[in-house]
């Protein structure tokens, strides 16, 4: 069985996650979860990367912006303590809202650098800028790359078909692949 490394964006799986849990986020296994779906490509996930970024907290942060960053601390604790590579970038606001930065740019470069040991990726996401770094390690270290993407009439989950074209697979997350791994 050959390896694979899964690469998570944690923000789209979240919104993907509630959207299929009809406004509350599905309990599940993350490790679990992508261990499923190498599974379901007779891949051995060898190594998962886990994207997000510690919600804003202002200065002095308030109580809920406190509360909020305790319960992400103790989340991405368990994943760390799962083994899970956990890359974080920063979260800013502008014009009252909360924007992630830096997150696509660290996916991309681990998409780059790790290219050169495994040739098998599975990519959750949605986001065309990954396109650039995945046209790379296709052409350069002919790695193939799954998308598991979600995608439907929800202006939230609107996609270009760019990213589409670029993966040697795609497919479409279902609620199954989290109730398989649920708690």
């Known amino acids: 069985m050959n390896n694979c490394i899964i690469f998570i964006d944690g923000a789209y799986l979240s919104l993907v996650s509630k959207f299929l849990g ?3 986020p599905l309990k599940f296994d993350i490790k679990k979860f992508a261990e499923n779906l190498a599974e379901k490509e007779n891949l051995f996930c060898k190594e998962i990367f886990y994207y997000n970024c510690p919600p804003f907290q202002g ?3 308030t109580e809920e912006q406190t509360k909020r960053k305790a319960g992400y601390d103790k989340f991405i ?7 899970i590579n956990v890359r974080e970038g920063r979260c ?9 930065k830096g997150v696509d740019v660290l996916l991309s470069i681990d998409l780059v650098r790790k290219s050169n040991n495994t040739k098998n990726f599975i990519l ?7 396109v650039p ?6 052409k350069k270290d002919k790695v193939k790359v799954i ?14 078909d760019h990213i589409l074209s670029v993966c040697d697979k795609k497919v479409k997350l279902r609620k199954e692949d989290f109730e398989k791994v649920s708690f």
Not at 77 to 83: E, N, P, T, V
Not at 92 to 100: K, R, S
């Open 22 to 24: 009809k406004g509350k």
């Open 59 to 61: 200065t002095p942060p």
């Open 124 to 130: 959750v996401a949605c986001d065309t800028d990954f």
């Open 147 to 160: 998308l598991y993407y979600f995608r439907n009439r929800d202006p939230k989950f609107s996609m270009s």
């Open 77 to 83: 604790s368990k994943l760390k303590k799962a083994g």
């Open 133 to 138: 770094a995945i046209n790379d390690i296709r």
């Open 92 to 100: 800013q606001m502008i014009n009252n809202e909360y924007t992630q």
